[in-house]
């Protein structure tokens, strides 16, 4: 049974930092891997997307990138704002009908 | 572009009663949608899958006679949870998948129920 692990659970940090959030998965066979943000009480905003081909993708001020085999990924913010504060969700999909395996979250907190 | 919706955002019932909550694809054909939940600080967590026409697939630990789940269009998915408790009360998100738009998803906005 796939299992999505992320590190750290929170993170506090100042306006301006960039920060790496880490995202493990314990099954390598997957189809693709999202990152989402969820603001508190709120559904899910997709960020990026990767599929198991790829090994990163940008928009804007964030990189994901994948490492499939060692089952990793990282999502980097750059330029950090109090505007970015919110629980971020790594997810992977087994195949192409989207059943997905959410991480537990890292909430980030940028302070002012 | 594509919009999943979902009614009620918010719903207040007691417990032993039951509660709808629907998800529907504004724009878009959905012919599979996921039910997912989720406890307070913790991760949302996949309760079944929904094909148009066809029965649910649940995932081990949700009770299918609790959680009845109807997909009846490809438009509209129906989670209904029966004689609700306190312990039911999440926050509980559906998604869609486009299959004609490279199996893009679109998660709802997700309905926060509390159970009295």
């Known amino acids: 049974k796939q299992e999505v692990t992320q590190i750290p659970a929170a993170l506090s940090v100042p306006e301006g930092e960039n920060l790496v959030l880490n995202c493990s998965f314990t099954d390598s066979a997957i189809y693709n891997l999202q990152w989402f943000r969820q603001d508190p009480g709120k559904g899910l905003t997709s960020l990026l997307l990767?599929?198991?081909?790829?090994r990163e993708q940008t928009s804007g001020r964030l990189n994901a990138s994948l490492d499939k085999s060692s089952g990793r990924s990282t999502l980097y913010i750059a330029a950090s704002q109090p505007g970015d504060s919110a629980t971020y969700l790594c997810a992977v999909s087994p195949n192409a009908g989207n059943m997905l395996t959410f991480g537990g979250g890292t909430r980030l907190m940028v302070k002012p | 572009g594509a919009v999943v919706s979902q009614h009620p955002s918010r719903v207040i019932c007691k417990s032993g009663t039951s509660v709808k909550i629907e998800c529907r694809s504004l724009d878009f054909q959905a012919t599979t949608m996921f039910w997912y939940r989720q406890f307070p600080k913790q991760s949302l967590m996949l309760m079944a899958t929904?094909?148009?026409?066809?029965?649910?697939?649940?995932e081990q630990g949700v009770e299918k006679d609790k959680f009845l789940i109807n997909h009846a269009s490809l438009t509209l998915s129906t989670l209904t949870v029966t004689s609700a408790h306190p312990e039911d009360s999440s926050f509980y998100i559906c998604?869609?998948?486009?299959?004609?738009?490279?199996?893009?998803?679109?998660f709802g906005e997700g309905s926060w129920l509390t159970v009295v």
């Open positions: 998604s869609a998948r486009d299959g004609l738009l490279g199996n893009t998803i679109y």
């Open positions: 990767i599929q198991s081909s790829q």
């Open positions: 929904s094909n148009e026409g066809s029965k649910a697939t649940y």
